[in-house]
């Protein structure tokens, strides 16, 4: 494919202006709930097909939360849309101030492999709603899905408007040497700093979704039953192949213990007798091999099965775990659950700290003075308290990371302003124009000057 002419094309597009009414945008929306609803079939098939996922975790994790993302925008889109009135400076009398949303222009969108459709069209109805066009490169490692977002997005957009591009890292390095005029990138820290390096030269701007080793804290006076269990939520959600995936666990040394009994109850209400046919794969050999390495050398207290035929690796307890271990160096993105203990609360806060701000961080507690204090000495892009995962699973609150874990966020109203930009301007009254700011200066311009700005 000729990417330059494809850019090319959208940008004479986009210039022609059509995608600026609102009508427009929620027609492109509707068309995009409507073949959600028809064809989830055929998506649920194709992460079966990469990932193993069961239609009930495809629907919970994918579709559904892409469908509720544009429903929320057709809600609210023409408010977002309006002209924002802001107050004007005494200074600048008689005129009205107020802040416009533009779209940004043509824009590229890449996603990931883990939760191919919502990282792929969650980005792409902020991109619609904001008035734009887009390129959007799904991930190669999840090839039934790539193939099956192509027709499905290729049946409801022209490419000049919506154009899906397929392929690996060449088709990857070829777009990124394209000018667009906004980048949204999911993925690893790596490629991350690479989309980064690219866009500089165009000085085109990111949002960089990225990962980081998400810790989960547990005292002792947290509901160990129920932090078990939805700590086993997240980590075998897609195999733990989830960027806010509960990385490691810093527990109180007093409840470690019953913490694992609790776990290994919550695995065997999740997959009775031992059912693991509905747990997600692993998406890859390459990737499989490295989770499956994780686990040499290490104290195993529950799981560690393998099967090495469909990829699968059972959920794992890993007990005993020094800091500077391999399993510690680097985000898991896999069902092993690394413990470190710890016997006071600074001591898990440090180990925190210590290291790059995380996408996630999650605090099991019951007491007040422990949520404040993780949450005001801790730094990380977002979290729960007394739960996992669900924080990104809504239109009301922003999504995003911090430092090395990323730039930018996006959901409801977030995604709508990430890919617009918004312009101030003042609408100045042509029947009054005060001579103070003009030459030649004079005591009293300089001294009704002084009134004003102070």
Known sequence: MNFEALVARQRAYYESGATRPLAFRLEALRKLQEALRTR??????????????????????????????????????????????????????????????????????????????????APLVGAISG?????????????ATSAALARILGDVYEPDYIAVVEGGRAENSALLEQKFDYIFFTGSVAVGKVVMAAAAKHLTPVTLELGGKSPVI???????????????????????????????????????????????KALEQFFPGGDYREMPTIISEKHYRRVKGLLEGQKIVLG????????WIEPTLLDDV??????????????????LPWDTLDEAIDFVRARPRPLALYLFTSRRDVEDRVLNTCSFGGGCINDTIIHLATTHMPFGGVGDSGMGSYHGEKSFETFSHFRSIVKKSTWLDLPMRYHPYTDKGFSMVRKFLK
Not at 322 to 339: K, S, T, Y
Request: glycine share 6%; charged share 25%; with cysteine.
């Open 40 to 121: 989830e079939g055929e998506l649920a098939e194709a992460l079966r097909q990469d990932l193993n996922k069961a239609p009930m975790e495809s629907y919970m994790t994918e579709t559904g939360i892409v469908l509720e993302e544009i429903r929320f925008h057709l809600k609210h889109l023409a408010r977002w849309m309006r002209r924002r009135p802001v107050p004007t400076p005494m200074a600048q009398f008689h005129a009205r101030s107020f802040v416009a949303p533009e779209p940004r222009g043509v824009t590229l969108i890449l996603s990931p492999w883990n939760y191919p459709v919502q990282l792929c069209l």
């Open 131 to 143: 008035g734009n066009c887009a390129v959007v490169k799904p991930s190669a490692y999840a090839p």
């Open 218 to 264: 547990v005292d002792e006076s947290a509901d160990l039953a129920l932090a078990a269990r939805r700590i086993a939520f997240g980590k075998v959600l897609n195999a733990g192949q989830t960027c806010v995936e509960p990385d490691y666990l810093l527990i109180q040394r007093s409840v470690k213990d019953a913490f694992v009994a609790a776990f290994r």
């Open 304 to 311: 560690g099965g393998c099967d090495d035929a469909r990829r």
């Open 322 to 339: 020094l800091p500077d271990a391999p399993v510690m160096q680097e985000e898991i993105f896999g069902p092993l659950l690394p413990m």
